[in-house]
C-alpha cells in the first residue's frame, strides 16, 4: 500500500463520506446533487512552514485532527481506491474538538 508524505506545510486529509440523504418524501438525493462534506480526519501532515529564514515552523494541525476547511480547498488525489486532499495548513478554518470520527 502506498503512503502520501507531504512536504513542507502539506497535509493530507481523509473527507468524511456523506451518508444517503433523503427528502422528507423519501426522494434519495443522489450524489451528484449533493455537496460534497468539508469535514474531515487528517492522515499525514508534512514537517512544518519554511520560513525566509531557512527555519522550520512546526504546524498547529496533527494526524489524527478532525478539520474543517473551505470546500475548495486542497487537490483531489486517489490513492489506492481511497480520495484524498491534499492541502496547506494555512487552508484549514479550524480543529474540531472532541469530534467523533466516523467508522
Known amino acids: 500500500m ?3 508524505k507531504p512536504l513542507y506545510d502539506k497535509i493530507v486529509v481523509r473527507r468524511f ?4 440523504q433523503k427528502t422528507p418524501s423519501g426522494i434519495i438525493i443522489p450524489d451528484t446533487a449533493k455537496e460534497k462534506p468539508q469535514m474531515g480526519e487528517v492522515v499525514a501532515v508534512g514537517e512544518g512552514k519554511l520560513l525566509n529564514n531557512g527555519e522550520l515552523k512546526p504546524l498547529k494541525v496533527k494526524e489524527g485532527d478532525v478539520v474543517l476547511f473551505n470546500k475548495y480547498a486542497g487537490t483531489e ?12 495548513e494555512d487552508e484549514v478554518l479550524a480543529i474540531v474538538e ?4 466516523p467508522a
Not at 488525489?77 to 496547506?88: A, C, I, K, P, R
Not at 472532541?98 to 470520527?101: E, F, L, S, T
Request: charged content about 40%.
Open 98 to 101: 472532541d469530534a467523533k470520527v
Open 77 to 88: 488525489v486517489e490513492l489506492d481506491g481511497e480520495q484524498y486532499l491534499v492541502m496547506s
Open 2 to 4: 502506498a503512503k502520501l
Open 17 to 20: 463520506e456523506e451518508q444517503e
